[in-house]
């Protein structure tokens, strides 16, 4: 755990910050969990979002497997391909997750170190405190068990603090601590006495009782024979991972459509049934304390899991890509439908086009082989009628003159000239007119 320490030092003011509020050890967890789930909750966001996005092309390819069923290699080409289209990454949501879980590490490491982080004792002086309880051995360098002792094994696990407050007060352990405190450096004291530091122990001490019993205890002690209270936190250990896990197969069955994927049966009996009996497992043969933080995670996780499905809910946005698509096909088929009644008009207008362009050839080829008419000619009777009239009138007016007894000559009177004209004038209208 000592990996994770660079992140239990500021999750650890954190923890304190929140402890000297409340002044309640489990109550400051709960808060502390709950605002390190919120940090991380962008985090989780993202990797819901991958989900989701997936849940978005799950539509198109299930018709790509059934499509490239008998071809695997093409199958992959293809999904590939979609993938890189669409701008998703299969390891999208991977990247939170460990990050989100290098900081779970970090949140246990806080936890299982309560006079470190929330006390701010020294760790020279837990670590002499530690020694003094240490279990002693005999000529051969075997442990000599006491349970009023650490074991070796105890002061180098996770939860060596905790086994710390657990048997200080039990024997003469209390004078050791305290032997052993002063023996330090005034460095390393910071001003403060033996006393002092043991009372801080102490009082963190106090923030482990649960109904009479102390956190600090694991429930497997005194077997099934010693059955206590201390049993309801594995069992809700339990019940909560279980909740937790119902919800989120729910939302995952809902993502996929209700089918079946392959290996979900695996994954499902992984969520109700391994993991709930690990949680169980694990709660019973750690402290107590350890066992209350598991419980506020479940129930944190399970609030968060509601959240991301209601802010990027995988089944809704998969049926929403199908509605999609449907639209799609059916603005393609009317596309295409429209574009083939466009091609029949077309194509209609143009053998319009070409059979009056053929009538108009056929046409033309008959004007050209048809013989010309002569243009009609002016009538020659009334032109020869006009001359004769003329004619005999010239011969009238000459034999009338010969038989006139010859008179003075004289001007002609300007009436019989008018009256010359007017009477030409009626002919040349005449002929013009039959022109």
Request: hydrophobic share 40%; with cysteine.
């Amino acid at each position: 755990m000592a990996i994770f320490d660079f992140l239990a030092i500021p999750l650890g003011w954190v923890l304190w910050f929140i402890y000297n509020l409340v002044s309640n050890y489990f109550v400051a967890i709960f808060l502390f969990t709950l605002i390190v789930r919120a940090a991380t909750f962008p985090l989780s966001l993202k990797s819901q979002k991958a989900q989701a996005d997936r849940a978005r092309l799950a539509p198109r390819l299930e018709r790509l497997q059934k499509k490239y069923a008998k071809d695997p290699k093409k199958l992959q080409e293809k999904q590939m391909s979609l993938y890189e289209k669409e701008g998703i990454s299969m390891t999208g949501g991977c990247l939170p997750m460990v990050i989100q879980m290098i900081v779970l590490f970090g949140i246990i490491a806080v936890i299982y170190s309560p006079l470190t982080h929330l006390a701010r004792i020294p760790s020279q002086v837990v670590s002499a405190g530690i020694s003094a309880v240490a279990q002693e051995k005999d000529e051969d360098g075997n442990e000599i068990a006491d349970p009023n002792k650490i074991s070796s094994n105890d002061q180098k696990g996770y939860y060596k603090e905790l086994r710390l407050l657990l048997v200080m007060d039990r024997g003469d352990n209390e004078a050791a601590i305290k032997e052993n405190i002063s023996a330090l450096s005034a460095d390393v004291l910071d001003g403060k006495t033996a006393d002092e530091y043991y009372e801080e122990m102490l009082r963190i001490r106090g923030d482990f009782s649960f109904f009479g019993q102390t956190l600090l205890e694991n429930p497997s002690n005194g077997g099934f024979s010693g059955i206590s209270i201390l049993w309801l936190i594995p069992l809700l250990s339990c019940l909560t991972s279980m909740g937790s896990s119902l919800l989120s197969m729910y939302f995952t069955k809902q993502a996929s459509g209700g089918q079946k994927q392959p290996g979900q049966g695996c994954s499902n009996v992984m969520l109700l049934g391994l993991m709930p009996l690990f949680s169980l497992y694990i709660a019973f043969i750690v402290p107590g304390g350890v066992g209350i933080y598991w419980i506020c995670s479940n129930l944190i996780a399970l609030l968060q899991t509601f959240l991301l499905n209601k802010i990027y809910n995988p089944a809704k946005i998969r049926a929403q890509a199908e509605l999609e698509y449907e639209e799609r096909r059916k603005r393609r088929a009317e596309d295409k439908k429209r574009l083939a009644e466009a091609r029949a008009r077309e194509e209609a207008e143009a053998r319009r086009q070409a059979a009056e362009e053929k009538k108009l050839a056929i046409e033309k080829a008959q004007a050209a082989n048809t013989p010309k008419k002569p243009p009609a000619s002016k009538n020659p009777n009334k032109k020869k009628r006009r001359e004769g009239d003329g004619g005999t009138k010239n011969l009238d007016v000459a034999g009338l003159r010969e038989n006139q007894e010859p008179a003075e000559p004289a001007d002609p009177p300007r009436e019989d000239a008018a009256g010359e004209k007017e009477r030409e004038l009626p002919e040349e209208k005449g002929a013009t007119n039959d022109q």
